[in-house]
């Protein structure tokens, strides 16, 4: 068998393009969505492309002044996909993963949804390790914020038998679509951090870690825009860490049909 790897890859071609690139939507969601769209069509590999100072998709913008000058470096929104994206395709069995696009509303082909979803396998394909839930909808079409979250109802079904209960949920979050440095993964956030540790961050946007009890299904509320790593397998052994708390009601309802279909076991979500 050969490897596919993809040798270079970002937002667009030469050096990506300012207000898209360097974007909570394109920069870090579209990122780790085509991150998973290509292990799901069979890539094992993908370089993400990064340049010298002042290109829009880079992962860091350095210190003012020459090279090597003092100073804190600033985390842009490539860098939380690629944080995300490593703790979405981890497997407990380390070997690999087998990645399932879960064609969420008709995602694969419709140009207008702003629902998708990815189930991670381990590497033989036979149990789910992750499920991956974005929500892009643009609230400013909402007359109310809280319409255009949406809720995933996942069936006890897509849980391991011995681990359905305090199941983990991180969400990747920002305060905008359009936003470039207000951006947080599980809780935690980079803002105004030159050292690399991620810190707690207390606003409304930086949705808290949650722990669901899924011994009888669960629902997943992603609000816009977001994204929710489901950790079905029970754990999240890269970073176990952030504030916890709690989602508030939504208004959108998906309702997945989690079906067992061919030999690696793919994932099936039917909306209404």
Not at 76 to 93: F, G, H, R, S, V
Request: a negative charge; glycine letters at 10%.
């Amino acid at each position: 068998m050969r490897t596919l790897i993809m040798s270079e890859f970002n937002s667009a071609s030469c050096g990506g393009v300012p207000t898209i690139s360097d974007t909570f939507a394109v920069g870090t969601l579209w990122t780790v969505d085509y991150a998973l769209q290509m292990a799901a069509v069979g890539y094992s590999a993908a370089y993400l492309h990064t340049r010298e100072r002042g290109i829009s998709y880079n992962l860091f913008t350095p210190p003012d002044g020459p090279n090597g000058n003092p100073g804190n470096w600033v985390t842009n929104p490539p860098y939380y996909a690629l944080i995300a994206t490593a703790e979405a395709l981890q497997t407990t069995d380390g070997v690999g993963s087998v990645v399932v696009d879960l064609n969420i509303a008709n995602s694969k082909t419709d140009k207008k949804a702003t629902i998708a979803g990815y189930a991670v396998y381990d590497s033989r394909g036979s149990a789910v390790e992750q499920i991956v839930l974005f929500n892009y909808a643009n609230v400013s079409n909402f007359p109310d914020p809280s319409a255009a979250t949406a809720t995933f109802a996942l069936p006890a079904s897509a849980f391991s038998a011995m681990k359905k209960t305090e199941i983990p949920v991180k969400f990747l979050s920002a305060s905008g679509l359009t936003e470039k440095y207000n951006i947080a993964w599980g809780g935690q956030s980079l803002i105004g951090i030159g050292n690399g540790i991620f810190q707690d961050n207390n606003a409304t946007w930086a949705i808290p870690n949650q722990q669901l009890d899924c011994t009888n299904g669960c629902s997943v509320s992603v609000p816009a825009a977001a994204m929710a790593v489901v950790f079905a397998g029970g754990t999240n052994e890269i970073n176990i860490h952030g504030p916890q708390g709690n989602m508030a009601q939504s208004s959108f309802i998906v309702n997945p049909a989690l079906v067992a279909l061919g030999v690696i076991g793919s994932l099936s979500i039917i909306a209404l």
